[in-house]
C-alpha cells in the first residue's frame, strides 16, 4: 500500500466533510449541493442495490480505530478492543427518530439523537481534489492518503513534561492557530459549547494542552497514560498530525481512516431526527470548525507565499 501526501493539494469552496449519507448511496439528489454527511450501513455492508463503498471489502477497514481525541471527548470504546470505537454515527435515521450507527462488523443499531457518545469517523467527497490527489505521483495501487492535519494523540508521558514545563516558561511558539474542542460540560449547562485550544510549536512540531474533562469511563491513552473518569484541572498535550484517509476510487471518496472526535449530538434536546442532517449540531461543527481548522495551516502558508 502507498500513502500520497496532501501537502499540495488546493482547497475548494464546494468541499465539505461528511459522514456517509443514506441519500448519498441511493442517489437521491434533495441536498445534491451537500457533500458532507454522516456514515451508512449500505455503504458499509451493501444493499439490495449493492451500494457498499469498495474500501469497505476489507474487514479491516469496517472497524474504526479511534484517537485520543476521541476517548478524552467521551467516546465509548469496544469492550473487546478499547483502542476501537464501539459505534460510529451515521447520517440516517430510524422509524422511531433515532440515529442510525454502525459498529465493529458492520453491524448496526441506533441512538437517541442527544447520545453524544459515539464516534465521528469524516468523510470528505471533493472532485476537485480527488483529480490534484491523481495528479501527484502513485502506483496504481494506492489506497491511502495523508490530508489535512488535527489533533489525534498524546505526545509520550516524557515529552508531556518537556511541553509542559516549556509551556510554563513561555518557550513555546504560538503557531496563531487553534482547534475547537467540544465541551464536555456543556452537557450539565452553564458552560460553552466548545473549547478554543491554541496551537504551540515546539521542535518543528504542533501540539495543543487540552483540558482533561470529566469522562464516563477510565481510560489509558496511545502513551500509556492511564485517566480515571473524575478527574479534574489536569492537561494533555495532544500531538497535531496529518489525517489518513483511505480512497475509495469508485465513488471519489475519501473515509478518514480513524474516528477522530466524539461527544457531539444531532440535537441536544432530544427531539426525533428525521434524517435531514443540515442543520444539525454534528453537521454545523463538521464544516464550520472541523474542516476549516483542518486546513488552517496550510491557508496560513498560502498567505504567506501570497505577501513573499
Known sequence: MQRIRGGIYKMFSKEELTILSEEEVFGWTEEEQVILNVLMKAEVQGNFRGNRLSVFDKAENIRTPITDLVKLTGGNFSYEDKNLAEFVYTKSCDKKGNVRTFGNNGGRWSAISSDAQGTIRPVLRSNEVYLDLLNLPHSEDFEEVEYGEYPQYAASIEMQDVLENAYKNNELRDTNGAFSINNLSYFNKG??????????????????????????????????????????????????????????????????????????????????????????????????????????????????????
Open 191 to 308: 458552560f460553552p459549547r466548545y473549547t478554543s485550544y491554541p496551537v504551540y510549536e515546539y521542535e518543528g512540531t504542533k501540539y495543543i494542552r487540552m483540558k482533561v474533562m470529566p469522562n464516563n469511563q477510565d481510560i489509558v491513552l496511545s502513551n500509556g497514560q492511564e485517566l480515571g473518569f473524575s478527574v479534574h484541572d489536569q492537561y494533555v498535550w495532544l500531538e497535531v498530525s496529518p489525517v489518513k484517509w483511505l480512497i475509495d476510487k469508485e465513488t471519489k471518496t475519501l473515509v478518514s481512516k480513524n474516528g477522530l472526535i466524539s461527544g457531539l449530538d444531532m440535537d441536544y434536546a432530544g427531539r426525533p431526527y428525521n434524517g435531514s442532517f443540515m442543520g444539525t449540531n454534528m453537521y454545523e461543527f463538521l464544516n464550520d470548525r472541523m474542516l476549516k481548522e483542518m486546513t488552517q495551516f496550510r491557508n496560513m502558508e498560502k498567505e504567506k507565499t501570497r505577501v513573499r
